[in-house]
């Protein structure tokens, strides 16, 4: 009985250790604004990110590495573009335990045939005492990708929307 128990015992520690590498939430808003009234010229996109942890400790360091998914329109053969424009950026603190940082980017301009659609991510939490691990959906090579909000709607022409809780999804690779 006792080692049956002993084997219990251990079985939870590992459950509970192994699975703190997923305790993360990430959520984004996103705000799209098209730069132009009349003749189209570009859309930029607002991203706020948020990273929260319950279990991090106090002097927790957190980076959004992030890039730009989407298509590139050549022809009749659309190619995917993957991690365009990588950024690293550093997050604040915003609340206990929780991490944010806000940035602009291009989506699309007129003279390009690049759109951007989705927003990639992968954070790196550098503990107080120097363990480094990267939070990325638990796999080796994925990330956190963010849709960014209907770019149909938007006209520059009418107020545009305030920020949009973007659809987190986890890309496993």
Same mark, same amino acid.
């Given at each position: 009985?006792?080692k049956?128990f002993a084997?219990?015992?251990?079985?939870?520690a590992t459950?509970v250790?192994?699975?703190?590498a997923?305790?993360?939430?990430?959520?984004?808003k996103?705000?799209v604004?098209? @730069?132009?009234?009349?003749y189209?010229?570009?859309?930029?996109g607002r991203?706020?990110v948020f990273?929260g942890?319950?279990?991090?400790?106090w !002097?927790t360091?957190?980076t959004?590495?992030h890039?730009?998914?989407?298509v590139k329109q050549?022809?009749? @053969?659309?190619?995917?573009?993957?991690?365009q424009?990588?950024?690293?950026?550093q997050m604040m603190?915003?609340a206990?335990?929780?991490w944010?940082?806000e940035f602009?980017? %291009?989506?699309a301009?007129?003279?390009?045939p690049?759109?951007f659609?989705?927003?990639?991510m992968?954070?790196?939490v550098?503990?107080?005492t !120097?363990?480094?691990y990267?939070e @990325? !959906?638990g796999?080796?090579? !994925?990330f956190?990708?963010?849709?960014?909000g @209907?770019?149909s %709607?938007?006209n520059?022409?009418s107020?545009?929307?305030?920020?949009? %809780?973007?659809?987190i999804?986890v890309?496993?690779r």
């Amino acid at each position: 009985m006792r080692k049956l128990f002993a084997s219990l015992l251990i079985a939870l520690a590992t459950v509970v250790v192994s699975s703190s590498a997923f305790a993360a939430d990430v959520w984004v808003k996103t705000h799209v604004t098209v @730069n132009s009234c009349g003749y189209y010229s570009s859309t930029t996109g607002r991203f706020a990110v948020f990273f929260g942890d319950q279990q991090l400790p106090w !002097g927790t360091r957190v980076t959004l590495i992030h890039g730009l998914n989407g298509v590139k329109q050549a022809h009749d @053969n659309p190619a995917a573009l993957e991690w365009q424009i990588r950024q690293e950026t550093q997050m604040m603190s915003a609340a206990p335990f929780t991490w944010h940082t806000e940035f602009d980017v %291009t989506l699309a301009q007129r003279s390009s045939p690049e759109r951007f659609d989705r927003l990639a991510m992968v954070f790196r939490v550098e503990l107080p005492t !120097g363990e480094t691990y990267f939070e @990325n !959906g638990g796999s080796e090579w !994925g990330f956190y990708e963010a849709k960014v909000g @209907n770019m149909s %709607t938007v006209n520059a022409c009418s107020p545009s929307p305030d920020y949009e %809780t973007s659809e987190i999804g986890v890309i496993v690779r």
